[in-house]
Structure formats: C-alpha cells, structure tokens
C-alpha cells in the first residue's frame, strides 16, 4: 500500500498511543510502524514523555475547599457571584500604598503649577499687570493682600532704578518670604529684607527678582509638575494593573 | 462503580435542591483533582486554591444547569479550568503581577543543582517512575509555556488521566479538536524536556 510508506503524524501517533484511533485507523497504521524505524522511535519519545505527564505527583491540598453554609447561603450570592479578582491577600497594601503615592504625586504637580504660574504670569501680564500678578501670587501662596499692597507700594520706592515692569516680579518674591516668615512685615524694610534672603550680594535686586527667582520658580515648578505627573501616571497604571 | 455513580447522582440532585452538605460531599470528593489540575494550569498553588474555591462556588450556584449526561467531574473541570484561564490571560495582559508571583513563590532551580539531583533517583516505589522536584518544575515550566487550549488538554488527559470524551466535554470542543490540541501539546513538550534531556530519568530519556 502506498499509504504505508508515508510517515505517521503526531497526532496519528498520538492517537495510537491513546487508543483514540478508529480499528481501520489502528490497523493501517500499526502496518506502517511494524516497517517503519522512524516512526518507532517518535512513538516512544511520545509514550515517555505522556507517561512523565502522568508521573507528576497531585499537589498536596492546602485546605478543603468545603462551603461554609453560610457562603453557600442565598443572601450570600452577590458576594461571591464575581470571582474574577483573584489576588493573593499579600498584595493588598500595595493598593494602599500606591494610592497615597498616587496623591503625592498630584500634590507635588500642583504645587508645580503655582510654582510655575507665579514664575511665568507675571512676564506674561508686564505693563498694567502689576494688580494682576500681586494677585496671582497672593492667591498662590496664600498672603492676604493688604500685605502685597504694602509690598508693592514699598518695592516701588525702594527700588528706583530697576525698571518700571520689573516691580512685578520683586512681589511674587517679597510674598513667597512672607509666607516663610509669617512675622508682621514692616512695610519700609520689606523688600531689603527679602533681598538679603535670596542674595547676600548687595546689588542684585534686579537680577536676583528678575532672572534667577523668576526662572528659578518656573524651573522648579516645571521640574514639579513633571515628576508629579509621571508619579500620577506611574501609580495611575500600576494600580490598575 | 454504579454504585458510586448512583450515590453522586443522588447526591448532586440533592445539591440541586440546596443541600449544601450533599453538595460538601462532592467536593470532598473531586477537590484534589479540581486542585491538581488548576495548580498545574497556573503553577501557583495560592492561585490554585483561589480558583478551586470560586469553582465550587460556582459549581454551587450553577449545579441547576447540570443536566446528567456528561461526567461530572468534566462538568467540574470545565468551571475550574475557564477560572484558571482567565486568570492566566489577566496575569499575561499584566506581565508585573506574574513575575512578582515568580520571583516570591516559584524558586526556578538551577542548573548544577539539577545535574546533581537528577542522578539520585529514589528507588523505594519500583512501580511508579518518581520524578525528583527539579525535574516535576521543569515539566511544569513546559507546561506553562503551552498554549492554553494545548495546556487544559494534555492537563486534563495526561495528567488528570480524562478521556479525550471527557476533554472535549469540559473544553467545550470536538473530540477531533481534543486530539489535536493533545498531539500539539505532546510534541512541543517533548521539545521543551529534549532540552533538558540529562535531567530526565536514565531509562526515559529521549533519544
């Protein structure tokens, strides 16, 4: 028979060593094995590695796997009718964990935001903006505004020769030192006070307030909302997962 | 063995009535081979546990829609082999959670260790060929690596000892189906332990 020649599939062996083979089947491919080395050794391979299978020791049982009859009860169902979420009980905290990360994060973005708002606004609003960013920054860090008013009247006399605009900027500054120094400010040394905070120098009110302050506080805002966000991100998906 | 097949029919229409403590002798009784198989279909036995528990809840619930006919330890497997499923799909979806499984459970053994172990057979039960630790984990490894259909298969046939019957009864498929899933699945393992041929026993070693 010509059919004898060709070599047995796998799963014709398969087959045979199951005895899942119809008798035609079984007889006609029982015919090629009796000739056919090849096939012999495949069939072996196969009855040994089937037979390892079936060597493999059950498990011991960690438990019964009894119902309660109060699990089994019908007021019972709606709990246990979802059993999708099956999580081993140590990875319970992590949730926990990851969602007050999670809120770090947030904090620190929007933080960031402020920083960042309070760096950038009042560059954007130069000119007539000088209401305008004092309240911005007031409501960014929380300094009441007859303070910022005193401020702004101050670093008005005080600082004569930097330019009109820049008046902005000493503001978000001279308020964020009011913030860390909650002391009743004294409206003559305000500015000078705050100046030596941010540089000992003694001629830097123009570069300090308009450079390195307000680039600094974008920096910083910017280098926040980043961080912050990929925090949220990161825990966001980690969470879920 | 009718006998037997008389009590579990009476005690799974019991069950059907609500019987919570016919329905405990049942499970008394398929526990180990609901366990057996699902450990093997996850290999991790706290994920194992789980699935058994939420099969035979399941099982509980849903006894009503088991109309005789099929066997129904099948009946069973099927319930606990589509848990184990999907969560072998939800862990691969989310590659983190199962190396975390890994990295804390599963200690992979290494290969001097092996060489070392794999000579020593114990030879105090001449009737079964025992498989040392090391070598069931590097089965249990090809198993992992199978297609999951090809897995439930050989699982359920050449571990569990089903009837390819019984198979396409829990996999929900043909009979034909059930023989090609398992020829599948034989011959990617025997590839898979041909390359840790020097671990397997002398007298099976695949030549």
Redesign the interface.
């Known amino acids: 028979m010509a059919q004898d020649k060709r070599h047995l599939t796998t799963e014709q062996l398969s087959a045979l060593l199951d005895k899942e083979a119809s008798a035609a089947e079984q007889a006609q491919w029982e015919a090629h094995l009796s000739t056919c080395p090849q096939c012999q050794r495949a069939l072996t391979a196969l009855r040994q590695t089937v037979a390892m299978l079936h060597a493999l020791p059950q498990p011991t049982l960690p438990r019964s796997f009894v119902l309660s009859m109060e699990a089994a009860e019908p007021s019972a169902k709606p709990v246990v009718v979802a059993p999708t979420p099956i999580r081993p009980t140590r990875r319970r905290l992590n949730p926990y964990v990851r969602g007050v990360l999670r809120t770090v994060s947030a904090l620190a973005a929007m933080i960031g935001v402020v920083f960042f708002l309070s760096g950038v606004l009042p560059a954007l609003v130069r000119g007539g903006g000088a209401t305008t960013a004092s309240s911005t920054s007031s409501s960014g860090s929380s300094v009441s505004v007859p303070i910022n008013g005193s401020t702004q009247a101050s670093a008005g006399t005080k600082v004569p020769t930097a330019v009109r605009s820049s008046a902005i900027s000493p503001l978000a500054t001279a308020t964020a030192t009011s913030v860390v120094q909650p002391q009743p400010p004294n409206t003559t040394n305000q500015p000078s006070d705050s100046a030596r905070q941010s540089s000992p120098s003694p001629e830097p009110t123009f570069l300090i307030f308009n450079l390195s302050t307000a680039a600094g506080r974008v920096g910083l805002g910017m280098l926040l909302v980043l961080l912050g966000g990929m925090g949220w991100i990161l825990f966001k998906r980690s969470r879920r997962a | 063995m009718s006998k037997i097949a008389q009590d579990e029919e009476e005690l799974i229409a019991r069950s059907q009535r609500g019987d ?1 403590a016919a ?2 002798q049942l ?2 009784h398929y ?6 198989a699902a ?2 279909m996850v290999g991790n ?10 099969a ?3 099982a ?2 849903n006894i009503s829609s088991y109309h005789g006919g099929a066997s129904f330890r099948a009946w069973l497997l099927r319930i606990s082999s589509n ?1 184990a499923c ?2 072998w799909r939800r862990v691969q979806r ?1 590659p ?2 199962s190396l ?2 890994l990295t804390e459970e599963d200690e992979t053994p290494s290969p001097e260790v092996l060489g070392a172990l794999a000579s020593n057979e114990p030879a105090d039960n001449p009737e ?4 040392t630790q090391e ?2 984990g590097i ?2 490894q090809g198993l992992e690596k199978l297609p999951l259909d090809q897995r439930v298969a ?1 699982i359920l ?3 569990q ?1 089903l009837s ?1 019957e019984e198979v396409a009864e829990s996999t929900q498929t043909s ?1 034909g189906t059930v ?2 899933r ?3 699945g ?2 990617r ?2 590839i898979y ?1 041909d390359q840790h041929r020097e671990l ?1 026993p002398r007298n ?1 070693r ?2």
């Open positions: 919570v329905f405990n499970v008394l526990q180990q081979i609901v366990y057996g450990y093997r036995a706290d994920v194992a546990a789980d699935v058994t528990q939420d035979f809840f399941a509980f619930r848990l999907d969560h989310h983190a959670e975390e499984y079964e060929m025992l498989l070598l069931q089965i249990q050989i046939c050449d571990v000892g390819y009979i023989r090609s398992i020829s599948r034989r011959a393992l025997r332990l397997l099976y695949l030549t």
